[in-house]
């Protein structure tokens, strides 16, 4: 267990996936600095109710540990952040934001048992499949080629960051407590926005 600087948002990060940020807040700028100066990371949770400006929310408990991999000043007194998804957290306990959200963690770790390692190249194609459909519906949904890890918890993790889903989806798809249950939900995900696409494009 630890305590961690906490950035709650309006969509969860999956690990091995970016976020770019504008921070305009004083708290988070202060965050953001300390965290460049201490060279430390800090967790990203989904907003599940409320607003990311001015506190008040309800917050998940599953997020991600985020690394900073750059940060810009920007001419108003804004920070431009980029930082990328690095391990699964479970927060535990809540501290009191004084003066940004703070709260004590734990570390997941993944489990890939060998099912679940076989099955990437499928849900890879059906990954691509709904894309190619989006892209064909004039949607940009980010980059259309893409090259996953050669380890399966890893490969998972990105499967799921360039999926087009919804925030809360993408929140159950990180919150699943395997790597084995959360490909099974990203395959059914995919079979459905599959179906649906097809029907708007008058595909067979």
Known sequence: MESM???PLGNPLMPFSMVKLRIFEPRYLQMIDECVEQAAPFGIVLIERG????GGDQRSTIGTVAQLVDVTDLPDGELAVVAVGV??????EWLPD???PIARVERLGEVVSRAAAARIDQIDRQLRLVLAFVSEAGIDVGPLEYELSTQPEVAA????GLAPVGAYDAQRLLSAPSVDERLELLSAFLE???EFLRSQLGGS
């Open 87 to 92: 391990e699964r957290i479970r927060v535990l």
């Open 5 to 7: 600087r906490m950035f």
């Open 98 to 100: 004084d003066p940004y």
């Open 51 to 54: 607003f990311e400006v001015g």
């Open 157 to 160: 993790h990105q499967l799921c």
């Open 192 to 194: 459905e926005e599959t």
